[in-house]
């Protein structure tokens, strides 16, 4: 039997500006009647690994009526030992799945998310979490993306947003947004990236048995994905990462593949859900940052091997997907 994969990219080039770790690693879940409980237990199983050693996430389970029970969907019962005003600690909020897109969520919650987003709290949604974002006024002028199925609904609500249809996720800084629910998992890693580097975003992942990384930027739907046997094109991206520091073109792409020009690059795109230039970029991203972190390579050396050519060229991809340098990302997440 033929395995059918989808091919994942690699290094998250729609992020914003890379972060310093959290000094405030409280994490506040929210739960209210008809919550996802599968968004909620994304949330609180990454941030709540209990054996990640000083410095990890504390995670808070806050509703607008602490001790009443919950009905979240699937009838599960959830009961929340702290209210609202807990949320005035945490540094991160995250906002699962909301019950009723339709629905405008009370006011004493909406109140509460926009008194943490003016202090400075971190604010993240999965699915149609981004509803509760949208009606407290959080997303206004912002980049979002939503679930395909809601994307339509939030447009028409929310006509001032600009919503970005096609991705994952979105980070714009102190306001995160994912598609739907297993996006909201690559959402979580990617905020665990960000604070702690890749190494500890990988270690999580192998924990959870997923894959380490999906770019932000991957589509939500890759419509044709490729087969593992024999496929010319799936045995082209492994070898693509193995020789990162060759000259990867896409003439030279698509000769060894044995496919035109424009055949390579439709079903490279189809493939993976990103033009192949920008797939070898993000490749070579992810491992120079491997690189980094893991060795006390020269910022030459790993320019070089990483296929940048130059450690010009290296810290100007820095700079321009992380907004730093190869030394300060080297400084902040040295294993």
Request: hydrophobic share 45%.
């Amino acid at each position: 039997m033929t395995a059918i994969v989808k091919i994942m990219p690699i290094v998250n080039t729609v992020a914003a500006p890379r972060r310093p770790r959290p000094r405030n690693t409280m994490v506040a879940v929210l739960a209210y009647d008809g919550v996802s409980t599968f968004e909620m237990g994304i949330a609180i199983e990454v941030f709540g690994l209990s054996d990640m050693g000083r410095g990890w996430y504390r995670v808070m389970v806050c509703a607008d009526r602490p001790g009443r029970r919950l009905i979240a969907n699937g009838g599960v019962k959830i009961v929340a030992d702290l209210g609202l005003p807990a949320l005035a600690r945490a540094g991160t909020i995250i906002v699962p799945g909301w019950q009723d897109v339709e629905a405008t969520p009370p006011e004493p919650l909406l109140d509460a998310l926009r008194r943490a987003h003016r202090r400075g709290a971190r604010i993240v949604s999965i699915c149609s979490g981004v509803f509760v974002l949208a009606a407290a006024g959080l997303l206004e002028g912002r980049r979002v993306t939503a679930h395909w199925a809601n994307i339509d609904v939030l447009a028409r609500r929310y006509p001032h947003l600009r919503i970005d249809p096609d991705v994952l996720y979105v980070d714009d800084g102190d306001i995160l947004t994912s598609a739907g629910r297993a996006a909201g998992l690559d959402l979580c890693l990617h905020i665990v990236r960000c604070d702690f580097g890749t190494a500890i975003a990988n270690d999580v992942a192998r924990r959870l048995v997923v894959a380490p990384h999906r770019d932000g930027g991957q589509a939500q739907f890759i419509p044709r994905p490729v087969s593992t046997e024999g496929d010319p094109l799936a045995a082209l991206l492994a070898w693509s990462q193995r020789h990162l520091d060759r000259e990867l073109t896409i003439a030279s792409l698509a000769a060894r593949a044995r496919m035109s020009r424009r055949t390579f690059i439709r079903r490279f795109e189809a493939a993976t859900g990103s033009a192949p230039g920008e797939w070898i970029l993000q490749a070579r991203m992810a491992q120079a940052r491997s690189l980094l972190e893991a060795t006390d390579l020269p910022i030459e050396h790993v320019a070089t091997r990483t296929g940048f050519g130059s450690a010009d060229a290296l810290r100007h991809h820095f700079r321009t997907r992380l907004d730093t340098s190869p030394q300060r990302y080297r400084s902040s997440f040295r294993v």
